[in-house]
């Protein structure tokens, strides 16, 4: 029974050994039970792997076979071991025969027997080589780090969500003179100024994980004495607040320094703008460059300076080859504001270049010379026009002389003709001819300023006569239509001027349309009260003759609407406009006590509106000739002394053709002589003021010492009002303008001798 007992036992004893040794096998970690020997008796698979020992059989065989460099003091832990003793180790380099280095953690413990005696140690073993080498890793990085943060010129504050401070580098502990373990034992609190903490909090407050803060601070050092930092404030993955700060003390001061001298350059006039040399981008923009091109300094900052104010582009990119070759430049430029407005400025560009030599900005400053610049032109164009004065007095005194015998021959050939046909051309001619003299006069008024005739004038038939003319001459594809009610109201003032400013426009609206179109003249009766005539520029209330002249051409953008009235500015190819029309119009309308409005688009056409101040009571003038008998002469002998043969001869054909006998003379000298000789007999001397050897002046003067009471008429060819006063200066009263008609030249010669007689 015992025996039976016994092999029951040994051979449970068996199968617990066996299922032992299986656990041991397949047992996840590194495990292996060794005699007293140091022979392998179980070892787990995963032993096998970590010491690389591949499929070999490891059981029977001595643990000091398998490591034959198992180092000194692992036997003597084995020896411990076996004498009862529990060693261990979590982190243990671990030199493989292959040299290469592993990090395990291990275990050893004596296994007893079913006595009690010790039957050899376990080893129970852990490959942590990718842990380590992780801390490793983790300590190297922390250790750079620290590096880093105690190398680092800001300073990096790390604190709890309390605020109280647990890390402080290096810089930090100068910034504010603490050391770090005074920091250590205080909070954000004590380093900022008094109040701060109000501000800062909620800006801490509303920090999520990752997220950065900047703000400024006025912080506290230890000394008591306060400076600025800008700080930046994040939350740490653990939930730690952690703040760099950099002392901006410098900064500040440099930025007042800077407001201070930006301050001043925005007192200056000039304009100051500073870009950059190769993209032109605005970098600074002064107050006085807000005033002048319109545009607030945030508008403009970072924008081309070549797309905003130059639409030169060639004018440009001369002035910046010229600034980055020679540094600077210095001209007049011209450029837009953000009204599109041209704006001349006097440019001064400079190119600023850093410590290294190299383009690091350029600087331009404008002065506004718009406005002189417009003086100037006024003066050239009154020097122009001055010019222009002189010449056509000139060519008046040619062009009457010219038109003088024409006048004469005209009303000659008229007494001897009895052709109602001919006699209707002759006066076709003769109306021409007047027309001719009215606008020579004209030229002269333009030129010299000389106020027209004031007559009343009925508009009415200058209208009808301007739509005569241009269908007669404009191209057949412009079609001129004229609308007039009646009755109109006359206004006051040189028919001759009124006609002009008519057909001045008629000549724009036909230029306007090139293809043809529609020319459309109309007058109607106006009154305009005060709230109409305060939306028209230079309106005032009260009665006006409204004209219109409506062409349905190219039209005129704003731009051009604004400078059409300015003296020689013109839109049409050279030679075809002198740019004096319109300016013409304006000045003769506000001659006029009248105004002008304009109303043009392009692609439909431009509309002139011209407002006469009218007056109802009163008719027009009608200045044709009152028919009747020309007064004739009664064989008086008068000395007709001219340089221009044509007008001699006509003059002498007129006056013997009414009964008076003429004595020629080519200039003064010749005059006086043949008054010398032919004084007791000669009734009235006819003379030119301007001419040869002797002018008109010089041979009245001598005449009238010859004789005091010698009659004289003057007759000129230049500006009436300059000549008729030297002739009044030099004691003659009787003056006539020329051309003058034979019925001008009779009259004024027999008023002249019939005072004479009764005198």
């Not at 007008?647 to 006086?672: H, M, N, P, S």
């Amino acid at each position: 029974m015992l025996a039976g007992q016994v092999r029951i036992r040994t051979r449970a004893l068996q199968e617990r050994e066996e299922q032992l040794r299986l656990c041991v096998k397949h047992s996840p970690a590194a495990i292996a039970m060794l005699d007293r020997d140091m022979k392998y008796l179980v070892v787990s698979l995963r032993w096998m792997n970590d010491y690389r020992l591949g499929e070999q059989s490891l059981i029977g065989r001595s643990h000091y076979d398998i490591f034959p460099e198992v180092p000194s003091h692992w036997i003597d832990i084995h020896r411990r071991c076996m004498a009862g003793a529990v060693e261990k180790n979590e982190d243990e380099k671990f030199v493989r025969a292959d040299h290469s280095i592993d990090w395990i953690r291990w275990e050893i413990r004596p296994w007893h027997q079913a006595d009690g005696t010790i039957g050899g140690i376990i080893i129970f073993s852990e490959d942590i080589t990718t842990r380590k080498q992780a801390e490793l890793a983790l300590r190297a990085s922390e250790a750079e780090f620290r590096t880093l943060i105690e190398s680092a010129s800001d300073g990096i504050l790390v604190s709890n969500t309390a605020g109280r401070l647990l890390e402080a580098n290096a810089a930090v502990c100068q910034m504010l003179g603490y050391t770090r373990e005074d920091l250590r034992q205080m909070g954000f609190v004590d380093i900022v100024a008094s109040g701060e903490m109000v501000r800062i909090l909620p800006e801490m407050a509303q920090l999520s994980e990752g997220e950065v803060a900047r703000s400024e601070w006025l912080c506290r050092r230890k000394d008591g004495s306060q400076f600025p930092a800008e700080a930046g404030s994040t939350i740490l993955p653990d939930g730690r607040l952690q703040c760099i700060m950099r002392d901006i003390t410098r900064r500040k001061m440099a930025e007042d320094k800077i407001r201070e001298q930006a301050s001043l350059l925005d007192k200056a006039r000039d304009a100051i703008i500073v870009c950059g040399p190769e993209d032109h981008s605005i970098l600074y923009w002064n107050r006085s460059a807000e005033r002048l091109y319109g545009w607030q300094a945030g508008e403009v900052l970072d924008h081309s300076l070549k797309d905003l104010l130059n639409r030169d582009p060639v004018q440009f990119l001369a002035v910046m080859k010229a600034v980055m070759t020679q540094g600077e430049w210095a001209g007049e430029m011209q450029q837009y504001d953000n009204a599109g407005r041209l704006v001349i400025v006097e440019s001064r560009w400079t190119l600023i270049k850093d410590a290294q030599g190299r383009p690091q900005s350029i600087l331009s400053i404008n002065t506004d010379i718009t406005e002189r610049k417009k003086l100037e032109q006024q003066f050239l164009r009154s020097q122009r026009m001055e010019s222009i004065g002189t010449l056509a007095g000139g060519i008046a005194h040619d062009l009457n002389n010219v038109l003088a015998p024409i006048m004469m021959s005209i009303e000659l050939l008229k007494l001897q003709e009895r052709s109602a046909q001919k006699h209707d051309i002759l006066t076709t001619i003769e109306c021409s001819a007047k027309r001719g003299a009215d606008l020579v006069k004209q030229v002269l008024s333009f030129a010299r300023g000389v106020e027209g005739r004031q007559l009343a004038v009925q508009v009415g038939h200058l209208l009808k006569e301007v739509e005569k003319i241009t269908n007669e001459t404009f191209l057949k594809s412009i079609q001129v239509r004229c609308r007039i009610p009646a009755p109109l109201w006359v206004v006051q003032g040189d028919p001759t001027q009124i006609h002009q400013v008519l057909l001045n426009l008629c000549v724009n609206a036909r230029d306007a349309m090139p293809n043809g179109g529609r020319l459309n003249l109309s007058a109607v009766n106006l009154v305009m009260d005060g709230q109409c005539a305060s939306m028209i520029a230079g309106a005032k209330p009260g009665q006006y003759l409204h004209i219109q002249v409506e062409d349905n051409g190219t039209g005129m953008p704003p731009e051009v609407i604004d400078r059409i009235f300015e003296p020689f500015f013109t839109t049409k190819e050279l030679g075809k406009g002198t740019g004096l029309g319109l300016s013409s119009v304006l000045a003769i309308v506000t001659s006029h006590h009248g105004f002008l409005r304009v109303e043009s688009e392009v692609g439909k056409g431009t509309t002139f509106h011209v407002y006469l101040p009218a007056h109802k009571s009163e008719h027009a003038e009608i200045e044709a000739p009152v028919p009747g008998e020309l007064p004739r002469g009664s064989g008086e002998l008068v000395l007709v002394v001219d340089d221009e043969a044509a007008v001699q001869q006509i003059t002498k054909q007129t006056l013997e053709t009414f009964g008076y006998r003429v004595l020629l003379a080519a200039d003064g000298a010749e005059a006086v002589s043949l008054y010398s000789k032919h004084r007791s007999e000669v009734s009235l001397v006819l003379t030119d003021m301007m001419m040869p050897v002797m002018d008109g002046p010089a041979t009245i003067q001598v005449l009238m010492r010859m004789n005091p009471e010698i009659c004289i008429v003057a007759a000129s060819g230049m500006n009436a009002a300059g000549m008729e006063e030297k002739a009044a200066h030099a004691g003659v009263k009787i003056f006539i303008p020329k051309p003058y008609t034979a019925e001008t030249l009779l009259k004024t010669l027999d008023a002249v001798l019939r005072v004479q007689l009764t005198a």
